[in-house]
Every structure is written in C-alpha cells, then in structure tokens.
C-alpha cells in the first residue's frame, strides 16, 4: 500500500461493480492481513443511487465491518473525491463520522456505524429528531478555523467564509445535457423539463433572492437524507454517513434540504413535508443545542429569532429542490445504477415551481 499524500494508505486496485466481492476481498488482503479470506462475508448496502456500497467482515463479527465504497460511473463529474477524504478526516476529527481506513483507485474504505438507517417515519420520531437536531448542531458549530486546517484553503475563509451552493449548483446545470439519446427519455425530457435557458434564470433569480437573507455559511453535510442518518439504539445516538457533498455552505440549506428528505426517495411524497409547527419544534431544539456546541448555554432564544431561520430554511428548501433535480437530471444521463434519475428530477424541479411563490412570499420578521 501507498500513501494517498496524507496519512490514509491507498491500495493499487480497482474494483469492478459487478465482482465487488472479489475485488473487496483483495483490498481486505491489505487492510485485514490477519482475516482468514475463508471466513470472511459480504453484505450488500442498496440504499445509495450515487455509488456501490458493500460491508466485509469475519463471520460472526459484524459489528467490526470495514465498509467499502466503489464510486458510481462519471461521478467524479459532480463529486470532488479529494475533497470528500478532507471531510472524513474532518468529521472523524470532530466526532462527527467514522474513520477512513484506505483509498483504492476508484473508492474508499472506512469503518462501519452500527445501527439503521432512518426512514421516512423514524425521522419524524419525536426523540429520534431531537437527536439528529443535536448532530446537526453538533456539525455546524465546527470552527471555521478547524474546517480551513483540515481543508488546507486560506485563512481568510474562516473570516469571510465562501458558500459552495452557488459554485456547484452552477457546474451541475452546465453539465445538465442538453438531449438524450433514447427517444423514450428524450420524450420525457422535453416534456416535462424546462429549456437550460428558462433554468439558468430561475437559477439567477434566486441567488438573488437568498443571497440577502444573511444565512450564517457553516460545515454543511448538504445531503441529509433518510439513509445517511444512522441510529443506534444500543447508545441512543444518531450518527451521520457518506460526507461526499460535504462543504462549506448555508446552515439554512442544510436543514431546508433536510427537511426535503421527509418525503422520501423511491416513493416521494412532499405531503410529508414539515408544517410550520413541527418545524418552529425542531428548529427551537437546533438552535438549544448550537448554544450548548458554542458555549453559550444562557443565551436565551427570541421569538424573532426563531421565525429569521424558519423562514431561510423554507426559502432555502427551494434550492435543494434546484440542486438536486440538476444532480438527477447529471445521473440520468452518465449513472449505471438501475435508478428513474429523469423522474426524479421531474419531480424534484416540480416540487420547486409547486412552492416557489408561497416560499419566496414569507418575510423576515424586523
């Protein structure tokens, strides 16, 4: 094994997707030389839709799982894989993640959370959502100055940090192809998705829009989904996983791309979408446990307060609906995974014309 140019070792071997269990099994050889190869099992993870996921370990000791990643197909188009290593040495730093055991040419190996993953009812779970309210709080209050240490980037980003949402959000529409070539999809396409054009205004628009709410820029996971919050209910903790998208950005991104997430991937349903009740709850709980990450227990939290980051978290809801139906529409046209990324995206850009107006019509409280 070599080094990756830091301390993360990187074993010279690819995987293919389809012999996974072959190609885990020599990274194994590296990293676990003392496993009996004969005792040793794989279990495949299908919840991803970026990339292949499977967890190899002795049998009869799951709990010592090393977790092995094989990047999905082009996804370095949209994915900056130094970046993503920078943040699970961040996140593991800060008690945030796991630790990132080895490289290997086209993925990553790393320690295994044990628990499950959420779904679209546990997340709502009165105590569950409390926890991941605390992780979430937990994550943002990482100083700037620590984020820039481990992200080798120049000091004057921890004073006048920089959000990646613009960056980014930007680069998946200039990747957004411009037609497909099955007809079917191509059908699809024109039908329900706006010309690149009407997109790039929409896109401006609201930059400008959300650009002056004076969201506070923090360490963002940006892709807070059901299945990447494990909980464990032997400690009674919710842990965070895949830091891939990982980045400086908008705290109110965050919880508004969060709270997306209760509607689901395979069946989605933006009926579940957080009411203002639930919210103003939850927000109320992140905002407790931000003093407690900070320092600042005996800072009381004001009404008006409260209502400022409902209000950026609704209008920034939005953009993770932009965001991500970019990304799908990026997949549909470069992903093998057998997932409808053009449905998705249809459906994700829907739900952002369905709220654009009400959202953009809620104002800061003075």
């Not at 009869?60 to 082009?74: A, H, Q």
């Not at 680069?171 to 998705?193: C, E, N, T």
């Amino acid at each position: 094994m070599s080094s990756a140019g830091t301390d993360i070792p990187c074993v010279n071997i690819t995987v293919d997707p389809n012999e996974a269990k072959t190609g885990a099994l020599e990274i194994i050889k590296h990293l676990r030389p003392e496993w009996l190869l004969d005792k040793v099992e794989l279990r495949t993870f299908t919840e991803g839709i970026t990339n292949f996921l499977c967890g190899v370990f002795l049998d009869g000791l799951p709990n010592d799982t090393v977790m092995v990643r094989i990047y999905g197909e082009k996804t370095d188009l949209i994915i900056d894989r130094e970046v993503e290593m920078k943040n699970m040495r961040l996140l593991h730093a800060a008690g945030c993640g796991p630790p990132l055991y080895c490289t290997f040419n086209n993925g990553i190996c790393y320690a295994y959370l044990p628990g499950v993953p959420l779904d679209e009812q546990m997340v709502r779970d009165n105590h569950i959502s409390r926890l991941i309210a605390r992780e979430m709080a937990k994550l943002h209050s990482i100083p700037l100055e620590t984020v820039q240490s481990f992200m080798g980037t120049e000091k004057a980003s921890a004073v006048n940090p920089q959000p990646c949402l613009w960056v980014k959000i930007q680069k998946y529409l200039d990747l957004v192809p411009q037609s497909f070539a099955d007809p079917q999809k191509q059908q699809r396409y024109m039908k329900h998705i706006k010309p690149k054009a009407e997109l790039q205004k929409e896109l401006n628009e609201m930059r400008s829009c959300l650009e002056g709410l004076d969201s506070p820029v923090v360490f963002c996971h940006n892709d807070l989904l059901c299945k990447n919050i494990i909980y464990n209910k032997q400690y009674d903790t919710v842990s965070c996983i895949d830091y891939e998208y990982g980045a400086l950005n908008y705290e109110a991104f965050d919880i508004g791309n969060h709270f997306c997430e209760y509607a689901g991937i395979d069946e989605v349903d933006y009926t579940r979408y957080p009411d203002k009740a639930y919210q103003l709850s939850w927000l109320k709980m992140y905002l407790e446990y931000c003093k407690q990450a900070t320092g600042k227990p005996d800072t009381p939290i004001t009404d008006t307060q409260l209502e400022r980051l409902y209000v950026q978290v609704n209008k920034f809801s939005l953009m993770a609906h932009m965001f991500w139906g970019f990304w799908a529409l990026i997949q549909s046209d470069v992903s093998a995974i057998d997932f409808d990324y053009l449905g998705y995206a249809i459906t994700r850009l829907n739900e952002y014309f369905a709220r654009k107006e009400k959202c953009l019509a809620l104002k800061l409280p003075h």
